[in-house]
């Protein structure tokens, strides 16, 4: 499983925004986290006019419908503030879901052993699109297993964080399979903590 940060400061995401979508970016991130939640990814995209997706999650990585209308709510007013958006626009607020884009080491710590799609900014042993596992994870990269090798290529290659421009797990049954099992361990353990605090609260 994933080396979470603490509760208040989580990693620091490796893909971000630029643009209007980095501004939107740093008028939400701030508001989430004292709620517990942590930005996945922000688009401002034409769909039905103008819409604002907010991709975000709880720390433990799970995200629920109720967790999205609370994030709804509590963002809303601060962008009504800070009026980043010059025209009317629908707000969407989601999961990463089961595909997600991976924006933190953490994300491959945790989906280690998945098979993910990426691209680079920069050429990374003369490539800047990738599709394989994810077979280790450094401090400043990751290793790649790859799907398909072209003539002299290596089996495995280290991709720098630093290079990352995009980077999602691809749907497979064994990634659907271990999101459900992640999910329900989350729950659990959320379902535990909250039946220690009413015991705590009732002494």
């Not at 769909?47 to 995200?63: K, P, S, V, W, Y």
């Not at 025209?87 to 884009?101: F, N, T, W």
């Amino acid at each position: 499983m994933s080396e979470q940060a603490t509760d208040t400061t989580p990693e620091p995401r490796l893909v971000t925004e630029t643009g209007l979508d980095r501004r939107i970016a740093d008028i939400v991130e701030p508001v989430l986290l004292p709620l517990g939640y942590q930005l996945v990814r922000v688009r401002l995209t034409a769909q039905n006019g103008a819409t604002l997706q907010i991709m975000a999650e709880r720390f433990d990585g799970t995200m629920t419908v109720e967790d999205c209308e609370a994030v709804s709510t509590a963002i809303s007013p601060v962008l009504d503030v800070e009026d980043p958006i010059d025209k009317a626009y629908h707000l969407e607020v989601s999961s990463p879901g089961i595909d997600r884009p991976m924006v933190r080491r953490a994300d491959f710590v945790r989906w280690q052993g998945h098979l993910v799609k990426v691209e680079t900014s920069v050429l990374v042993e003369n490539r800047k699109r990738f599709r394989g596992k994810v077979v280790g994870v450094a401090e400043d990269g990751f290793t790649l297993e790859r799907e398909q090798l072209a003539y002299g290529e290596q089996p495995t290659v280290l991709i720098p964080f630093s290079t990352l421009t995009e980077a999602r797990l691809i749907m497979t049954d064994e990634l659907i399979r271990d999101t459900l099992r992640a999910d329900k361990k989350a729950k659990l353990a959320a379902a535990n903590q909250n039946d220690e605090d009413d015991d705590q609260t009732n002494d």
